[in-house]
């Protein structure tokens, strides 16, 4: 209180364009005591947990690696999986933010589970073979009979997997391989056994056989024997962090994030 009677005095004795400039001063440095005592932090520190289809990891990881500079509030604990197998974490209520599964169906059977899914990218199937395994170009059948195992992904839960068995069943070469056909838990793990000579042949996307230089692409599946392949990003309905992973799905959909995917050989979609 001193202070200010000083200051007051001050004042009262002072000319009047002083007197004016030192009540300026003093509303000024009022102004910001006063801001100060009660500004809070723009934002508080987010941990984003996302979930997204196996065949995404090398470039969401970098998108996220990309996102984050530019929003350092912000990190992400992606958690990598066959699309169905994350279908089901959310419909239990798992902690997830977010999502970007490999197949509209499985993003429809989630319901009101999640919002705002928004179709972003999409893939082709191809058959895979090792490197080192000489095959005929641009022959299916021989390439599947001449194999003694085939990898693919657990058709009710990795959407990979589903699109080959709907396209063998289509070109009719579904019941002289079904024997032959060995399911695993997601593509990386169908990419990896073909690449490890563990399997003969394997369904994986088109963006998979460009992963691992020890493997080749034997064939293309035409995209008319089986449904289309979508990726799909959605907010969790309960996250408590929807606004940020809407952002971030919306960032999916712009030049610099497309142009990551199209560098993978992923398709965008517009």
């Not at 589903?162 to 396209?167: C, G, L, P």
Request: glycine share 6%.
């Amino acid at each position: 209180m001193l202070i200010f009677k000083d200051l007051w005095t001050l004042i009262s004795n002072a000319p009047a364009i002083m007197i004016k400039k030192l009540s300026a001063a003093l509303a000024l440095a009022f102004l910001l005591i006063t801001l100060g005592s009660c500004a809070k932090p723009a934002y508080s520190h987010v941990t984003l947990t996302y979930s997204a289809a196996a065949s995404l990891e090398e470039t969401l990881t970098q998108i996220g690696k990309n996102y984050e500079k530019i929003h350092p509030e912000l990190t992400f604990r992606f958690d990598f999986a066959g699309s169905g197998a994350i279908r089901q974490k959310v419909a239990s209520g798992a902690p997830i933010d977010g999502v970007f599964l490999a197949s509209q169906s499985d993003t429809d059977k989630l319901g009101d589970k999640v919002t705002g899914a928004t179709p972003i990218l999409g893939n082709s199937l191809v058959v895979i073979v090792p490197k080192t395994r000489s095959v005929s170009a641009d022959n299916l059948p021989e390439t599947l009979l001449s194999a003694d195992k085939i990898a693919l992904g657990e058709p009710s839960a990795v959407p990979a997997g589903n699109y080959a068995i709907e396209s063998l069943k289509t070109l009719k070469l579904y019941e002289t391989n079904q024997a032959k056909l060995v399911e695993f838990s997601d593509v990386t793990q169908v990419l990896n056994a073909v690449a490890t000579g563990n399997a003969d042949a394997g369904f994986v996307y088109a963006t998979d056989a460009l992963r691992n230089s020890h493997v080749k692409v034997a064939e293309k599946i035409p995209d008319s024997t089986h449904a289309p392949i979508r990726y799909v990003a959605a907010t969790v309905t309960d996250s408590t962090n929807a606004a940020a992973v809407r952002a971030f799905n919306a960032y999916l959909k712009t030049k610099a994030a497309q142009t990551v995917f199209k560098n993978a050989g992923f398709t965008p979609i517009n």
